[in-house]
């Protein structure tokens, strides 16, 4: 039953990028040049063809956690296959709702986490985001509270976040039987082959696959962020409608951010920035 391989993150810190990645190393053996519908061998959970099927759009739109009530019925379902892993991506914290858990040990083989600057990630989100200014961006990365992230497009589309903090430390502590790993954006920039080489290390101890260093520098090339954007600028990104490779770049909140803005991150998340070498 153990088959999925969760890829976590808040929202813009990467998920996508290692996905692309992750995609092109395991179903792209042929070493063909890619483009964005490889990525449709890892869907976002919950998948949105289930929700449609099992879910009450009603329902959702009075009570989008109520989302919670489909994620062990959804999981049954996708795991039913004949494939020995599958990858998953979402932005879920690894969270309980009224009793329902995102997950369960009997469904998960890891964990993989990668995890952002939350000034920068102030900056990308309300950049992706149309309705988000810098402030409500960091609003929600400062959230006391869970909240839901609903489409705009798809009352279906559905993700229970909380905070920065909260969503990180989630992943990090929660369900410790399961293995996993935490990945840094900025160590994914700064130390690219380092980095994705130890995430598959991580990943063939999992599940017994070869480590070829070979096709990872394939796969880097491949998932290369200006390559990523250039695609996307011109082909379009489909699964969203606004603009998804933006800049990428570490450090944008140094001059993009007011002090003020810096302070409420900071002061908010001191305590995780600390442990992860931000601060």
Known sequence: MKKLIWISSYPKSGNTWIRYFLSNYFYNKEKLKSEFDILKNIRKFPPLNYLEKFADKEVLTNNAYDVSK?????QEQITKTNKEFLFIKNHNALVSIEGRNLTDEKYSLAFIYIVRDPRDIAISYSNFDKY????????RLTSENLYCQVSTKNPYDIEVLGSWK???FSWKSGMSTIPRIIIRYEDLVNNTFETK??????LSEIIGSSVDEDHINFCIDQSDFKRLKRLENDKSFPESSN???????????KTKL??????KIETFCKVEM??????
């Open 70 to 74: 489909y994620w062990n019925l959804i």
């Open 132 to 139: 988000l200014n810098i402030d409500k961006a960091i609003e």
């Open 166 to 168: 909260f969503n990180y």
């Open 197 to 202: 080489l130890k995430l598959i290390n991580f």
């Open 243 to 253: 603009k998804f490779f933006n800049s990428g770049k570490i450090g944008q909140w």
């Open 258 to 263: 007011s002090a003020e803005q810096i302070k």
């Open 274 to 279: 600390k442990e992860l070498s931000y601060l």
